[in-house]
C-alpha cells in the first residue's frame, strides 16, 4: 500500500509564495511519475502540474505556468510544489497523486494513489 502525506499548506496574502511537500512510502517511488492536483470549493479536482520519475521532465498547467515549479528528491521519496505570485484564485485543496506505470505522458493523468490533501488559502 502506498501512502501519500502532504503538507504545507497555509493562509498567505495574493502575491505570497508557499512549498508544499509529499511524502511517499515505499521503495518503488523513483519509479514513478507524480503529480498535484486541486480542488476548490464548488469546482471539479484539476490538473496542476507533473513531473517525471527522473525529474527531468514537466508539465504544467496553463493557469499556473511561470508561478509554480515541481521538483522531487528521489532519495527523500519526497515531490515538492513551489507556489510564487499567488492569486486568490489558486485557493483550493491540493492533492499529491502518482501516475500509474502503464500510463504514457505527464499531462493530466488519471492517478493510482491520492494524498489526503492540504489547503491552501489565498487572501486578497
Known amino acids: 500500500q502506498v501512502q501519500l502525506i502532504e503538507s504545507g499548506g497555509g493562509l498567505v496574502q495574493a502575491g505570497g509564495s508557499l512549498r508544499l511537500s509529499c511524502a511517499a512510502s515505499?521503495?518503488?517511488?523513483?519509479?514513478?511519475?507524480m503529480g498535484w492536483f486541486r480542488q476548490a470549493p464548488g469546482k471539479e479536482r484539476e490538473f496542476v502540474a507533473a513531473?517525471?520519475?527522473?525529474?527531468?521532465?514537466?508539465y504544467y498547467a496553463d493557469s499556473v505556468k511561470g508561478r509554480f515549479t515541481i521538483s522531487r528528491d528521489n532519495a527523500k521519496n519526497t515531490v515538492y510544489l513551489q507556489m510564487n505570485s499567488l492569486k486568490p484564485e489558486d485557493t483550493a485543496v491540493y492533492y499529491c497523486a502518482r501516475r500509474p506505470r502503464k500510463t504514457q505522458g505527464l499531462a493530466g493523468f488519471t492517478p493510482d494513489y491520492w494524498g489526503q490533501g492540504t489547503q491552501v488559502t489565498v487572501s486578497s
Open positions: 515505499g521503495r518503488t517511488f523513483s519509479s514513478y511519475a
Open positions: 513531473i517525471s520519475w527522473s525529474g527531468g521532465s514537466t
